[in-house]
């Protein structure tokens, strides 16, 4: 039995379902964020954090701070990039637009390489624009959340370090790290940033970043001082490393509570062991994406390669907006999320499925919201006379 | 009877004991940041913080923010100075240093006006200085972590009006909202910035900020760009509005565990009246400091009109260091905080009084403390043979 009141399953992109236990995690009594107790916690969490990566490089660095994910983006805006440097931005939807606003915003020149909604930019374009002019980053969203498009980090990154090596690779991996697959050193990979509150499974208020030991050295031979000071990876980057060691450490004081809630959902994640929870996050994608095609629905991402496991975004039938069809869901104890892509925000709908309603059968999340889905698209049509 | 196991009490300059009722509220059950439930939840929480500054002018804004208290220095920094500009700090310790390196990060010109450890600057400096040349933001720590010193921000800020009248007065109220009086509208302040888990009594992570019209039409009659996206007030001005128009909004996804802490804490807070919350927190200072003098120990803030109501640092007897005493006061199941001032870190010791160890007599956390300073102090100067 749960020990949470009954409340309507959250199934949108995040923020998801949090175990009993994550949240109980959240009620911590108070303690200094220098003591010995919370030091251990925290520098544990640090060593999860590369285990969820799947990395054991030791020049590779955690960070975990107070913030949404957004923070993440002028993390790497401004302690990576410096002023007139050539970002390439690969857009698969709303996110890459703010992460390259975010860019510019410290001086940075974004270039974004556009793809077709629910779509994204082919290999071979990408290639063709690495070779056009020098770009210190290259930035992919591995799943964006307003489209539901997967991007092929692994592929891309090959393609990086064939035809520009020293370009970073930073993945905006808010909404997969935790569900998509990810080997961060096997691949080569130089920042992931990511959020609590997805597939993490733990509340929001913290971002999350791995950094390769590339990406460090990057930051520390910058020839102008950082421009962000909250931002900065150099005002964290010893405190990530004495917390890890078990020192305490002050930079700003870290969000105590989030942290252990993070260090057990991290520990619970990890213990299955990363492959064991990406398979069954796609067995449940899989199951999601053949109900929605026989309902006659289809996704924005059409084709299956482009299809994330950590949701689907799915286009509603011709004459219907998501305010049709969300309170049938929210009757039925389902919440899903209405569309985000400014384009055509208000032709689809998403539902998102990570952590524990997919991690935890007994909980029957998904086919619960597979049938309300089904229910209240008829019922909406129904009522539209369609 | 408390829901917490128990635990030594925490009674350091920030974070502090937690109410029941409020770390209950953080393992609130999943809800989407933009569904009725949750838009309430943090519109009311924005009303709330008007209420703590005991401000009532629709143009001031409140903003609540995923992040440390020290996200505020950036949102000032990088929101209402442009490349160039002066900002005067007035140095009562540790946090000035800091606050103005992150000023000089965004590219203001900062001038620091410091005063000898445990005093603060004169309002006759202040004057003289701020005739010297313009400046576009004072900044004033309220009560400075470091050294237990309080400024008088409402003189500052009469000083400032009648030499420098369109200079933002920025008050760093990280260790003071919540417990040292403050009137937002009526002392005509521009920005109090502060964090959840000091005097407000909430868990770490929400970085919380007041800002008067005067700050807002500043922010908006900027000659150049915001140089921080995440720290931008411009990002996220609509937001609130939004939200305490109970309007759904999207820019970053907000902690909305946290959120509901603060809102249960500012409720609480609130209920009782702010004027009733300062005295309860000067007579429990007052105690404290009758104590202190009582043992023949004195405080870095030597002067009574300097000192902190929030906290009390205090000299240790010549010969120990806070090694000699924390453990002895741990023991005890007292938690107090060593030194943080770089200058005479070894020297000195804080005990924070602040939110329920204050305001709920029945924990009895204050005189446990005193009681349990008076009986390590003796012990540590017996073992050292003093």
Redesign the interface.
């Known amino acids: 039995m749960s020990t949470?009141?009954p409340?309507p399953t959250?199934l949108?992109p995040?923020?998801?379902?949090?175990d009993d236990a994550v949240?109980?995690s959240?009620?911590?009594?108070?303690?200094?964020?220098?003591?010995p107790g919370f030091v251990k916690t925290f520098g544990e969490t640090l060593t999860l954090v590369r285990k969820l990566f799947q990395s054991s490089t030791p020049t590779a660095q955690p960070f975990v701070i107070?913030?949404?994910?957004?923070?993440g983006?002028?993390i790497v805006?401004?302690s990576l990039l410096e002023k007139g440097e050539n970002a390439l931005v690969l857009h698969t939807g709303y996110f890459a637009d703010s992460f390259a606003?975010?860019l510019e915003?410290?001086g940075a020149n974004a270039t974004q390489l556009k793809a077709p909604i629910g779509d994204r930019p082919s290999f071979e374009q990408i290639e063709q624009a690495l070779k056009e002019k020098p770009y210190k980053v290259i930035t992919i969203t591995h799943v964006d959340t307003s489209t539901g498009v997967l991007s092929d980090i692994k592929r891309v990154t090959e393609v990086v370090r064939r035809v520009s090596p020293q370009t970073l690779v930073v993945v905006d991996g808010v909404c997969s790290v935790g569900c998509e697959e990810i080997a961060f050193d096997e691949w080569d990979l130089d920042v992931v940033l990511t959020?609590s509150?997805k597939a993490i499974g733990c509340?929001?208020?913290l971002s999350i970043l791995m950094c390769s030991g590339r990406a460090i050295d990057c930051f520390k031979n910058r020839k102008t001082?950082?421009?962000?000071?909250?931002?900065?990876m150099g005002n964290w980057l010893q405190i990530m490393q004495n917390y890890e060691n078990m020192k305490p450490s002050?930079?700003?004081?870290?969000?105590?509570?989030?942290v252990h809630a993070l260090h057990t959902t991290l520990s619970q994640i990890t213990a299955q062991g990363m492959p064991a929870r990406f398979a069954i996050h796609r067995q449940a994608s899989d199951k999601v994406k053949a109900a929605v095609a026989e309902l006659g629905l289809t996704q924005l991402a059409a084709n299956p390669d482009n299809q994330a496991h950590a949701m689907t975004a799915i286009w509603l039938p011709e004459g219907l907006a998501p305010p049709d069809v969300l309170p049938g869901l929210l009757k039925r104890g389902v919440?899903f999320?209405g569309g985000?892509h400014k384009e055509v925000a208000t032709k689809y709908i998403r539902f998102g499925h990570m952590g524990v309603s997919v991690t935890s059968p007994g909980r029957n999340d998904i086919d619960k919201a597979i049938a309300a889905l089904k229910e209240s698209v008829t019922e909406a049509k129904q009522a539209k006379g369609l």
């Open positions: 949470q009141p409340h959250l949108i995040g923020p998801i379902e949090f949240l109980q959240m009620s911590h009594y108070a303690e200094s964020h220098v003591a107070s913030g949404s994910g957004t923070l983006w002028d805006a401004s606003t975010c915003t410290y959020a509150q509340p929001p208020g001082p950082p421009s962000s000071y909250y931002a900065s002050y930079f700003a004081t870290p969000p105590t509570q989030l919440i999320a985000l």
